[in-house]
């Protein structure tokens, strides 16, 4: 569930009062969700929707994120649209927490993924990194490669008791992707720009067979577009005894390619981009299923998922070993 923080009617009808969305109708908490407090708003304009961020949202990023969400929207793209008060802010205090209203995008989230979500969604991925090129700020993706040793060692005490050998395999995985990392900084070596950086299937909506709105924009920064690939590859494109499905793999590289081509040089990268995503949620995962306590609202998601496409990526040494 993710609804940590309460809001009273009071504190409700005080915080609308700053926005020009007509009278509440209805209001409740949205269990899904594992990060910050969603609350579905119905008005007499129509449905919201209410976030608390919570803690591990920086609230000084958020108006970068709000800002690449409206200049998204504003280039067609179907992501919720933060709404201003009547003061022009759309950034405000509710129950103690930074709050925001955003739009409610129809549709609903792939519980099972199939083969023909994944050419939409290389389409949807490709039309955000177009319509990214134009919001200009700048967010260094705080979970790339600087922060993954960090990550790995906060994780030392306790790696081995969730996997025996965890520890040892990781650390040699390193080895196999700092080192051929593309090069970052002032003058990256591959197309650069804004990416979401965490587009799961539970972040992707579609209405009958077409995308119809890409949600959760909260690990979204500034980096390798190709990297944006390699994350959704390791999030759709396996099955659940952890094999690729080169089905899926190819149609979402060609949906992405019919909007925005792929140059060889990013083409080359992907393996190591995808063992660096997959590496990526592993430690996070990781990370949470050891300090997440029993008693938790949330249910930590396996991190052993992600080891086995982590195998599959240290095993296919070139592009071509992924069929595209
Ligand atoms: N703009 C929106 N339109 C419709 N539904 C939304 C919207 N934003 C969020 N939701 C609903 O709220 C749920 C949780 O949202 P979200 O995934 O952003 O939560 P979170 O806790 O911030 O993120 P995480 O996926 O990282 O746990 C979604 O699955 C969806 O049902
Ligand atoms: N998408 C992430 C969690 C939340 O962002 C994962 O599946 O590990």
Known sequence: MAVYTD???????????????????????????????????????????????????????????????????????????????TAGQTLGTLAGRPAAITTFLPGVWPRKIRQEHCRPLGQALAQLHEAGRSYTPVRPNALGPDAWQPLLDSCRAGADAVHPGLLAELDAAFTHILPHWPGQGANPT????????????????????????????YFACTDFLAYDIAICLNA????????????????????????????????????????????????????????????????????????KRLRFHLATETVDGYGF
């Open 190 to 217: 591959l197309p650069h720009g804004q990416i979401h950086a965490d587009l799961f299937p539970d972040n992707v909506f579609f209405l009958r067979k077409t995308v119809s709105g890409l949600i959760d924009f």
């Open 236 to 307: 759709w494109c396996f099955e659940g005894d952890g094999s690729f499905n080169v089905t899926f793999g190819r149609q979402l590289v060609q949906g992405y390619e019919s909007v925005r081509p792929l140059s060889a040089a990013e083409r080359q990268a992907l393996p190591v981009l995808a063992r660096g995503a997959a590496m990526r949620f592993l430690l996070t995962r990781l990370y949470d299923w050891i300090n997440t306590p029993a008693d938790a609202l949330v249910t930590p998601k396996d991190p052993l998922d992600y080891l």
């Open 7 to 85: 809001v009273s009617d009071e504190a409700l009808e005080a915080f609308l009062s700053d926005y020009a969305i007509g009278n509440l109708v209805a209001f409740r908490g949205i269990a899904e969700g594992v990060e910050n407090s969603n609350f579905q708003l119905r008005t007499t304009q129509g449905d919201f929707i209410l976030t608390l961020y919570e803690k591990r949202v920086n609230a000084q990023e958020l108006p970068w994120f709000l800002g690449l969400m409206q200049h998204l929207a504003g280039q067609g793209v179907s992501c919720p649209q933060p709404v201003a008060s």
